[in-house]
């Protein structure tokens, strides 16, 4: 398994390598990346800022859980922070498994949960005007 | 006793700091210490129904006891990952 919260650039590849097998059929990749627009606004850049020892336990723990749930063979999980141009990558998981629906549904899984539990946060930055956004307060964290 | 206080994103450009060190009195929560940062810094309050607390890089309930040394954490509702939703 592979945690990492960093403010360098995300490159797939490594993190691919990381979790393919041999004996697993199945990788998949999702890619979080910095949308230009957001609510009819034009978004000039995105800034991440976290609580890096509480985020890279949390993320551990949404692997776990996924691995608990689902015959995967391993996961990687990186995350940004600091300031992200449009197109860039903030969140990449990668997870590896014997077939493909595991693959597909354990990846949804963590991405989800992600955004509920790990503590990240986006602050967008247009013309004229920033605001950090808040998710939707989720009980019993 | 004394305890280490992070506040991050909103909370960390609302009250113009990142860390503080506070002392804790006996049997204080985490509960009560954030009830007296509110006196302190009332736009702190604005928060009190959407934030969730941490002790140690762990949630806790409001109840959870203080002890020396403890990390404390007021966590807004996170918003990382993707743009889109």
Redesign the interface.
């Known amino acids: 398994m592979q945690i990492e919260i960093t403010a360098g650039p995300l490159a797939p590849e490594p993190f691919l390598q990381h979790v393919r097998r041999d004996d697993s059929g199945a990788v998949a990749l999702f890619l979080g990346v910095v949308r230009d627009n957001s609510h009819g606004r034009r978004v000039l850049y995105l800034e991440y800022d976290a609580y890096p020892e509480m985020a890279e336990r949390k993320l551990r723990e949404v692997a776990e859980e996924a691995q608990a749930r689902w015959p995967i063979t391993d996961i990687a999980i990186a995350h940004r922070t600091g300031r992200l141009e449009i197109g860039e990558t903030s969140l990449l998981v990668a997870v590896s498994s014997p077939h493909r629906h595991d693959a597909f549904a354990a990846c949804h899984h963590i991405v989800d949960r992600i955004k509920e539990v790990v503590p990240i946060w986006k602050k967008e930055v247009w013309e004229g005007g920033e605001a950090w956004i808040e998710g939707e307060p989720v009980a019993g964290k | 006793m004394k305890a280490k206080v992070?506040f991050?994103?909103?909370l960390?450009?609302m009250l113009g700091t990142s860390e503080l060190s506070l002392d804790l009195s006996d049997g204080q929560t985490v509960g009560d210490l954030y009830r007296e940062l509110c006196d302190r810094f009332p736009r702190l309050a604005e928060y009190g129904?959407?934030l969730?607390y941490?002790v140690n890089?762990?949630?806790v309930p409001p109840e959870h006891p203080l002890r020396d040394g403890d990390e404390v954490?007021f966590?807004?509702?996170?918003?990382?990952?993707?743009?889109?939703?």
């Not at chain 2, 966590?75 to 939703?85: H, Q």
């Open positions: 992070k991050f994103a909103a960390r450009e129904s959407i969730l941490s890089a762990e949630y954490a966590i807004p509702p996170v918003s990382g990952g993707c743009g889109a939703d």
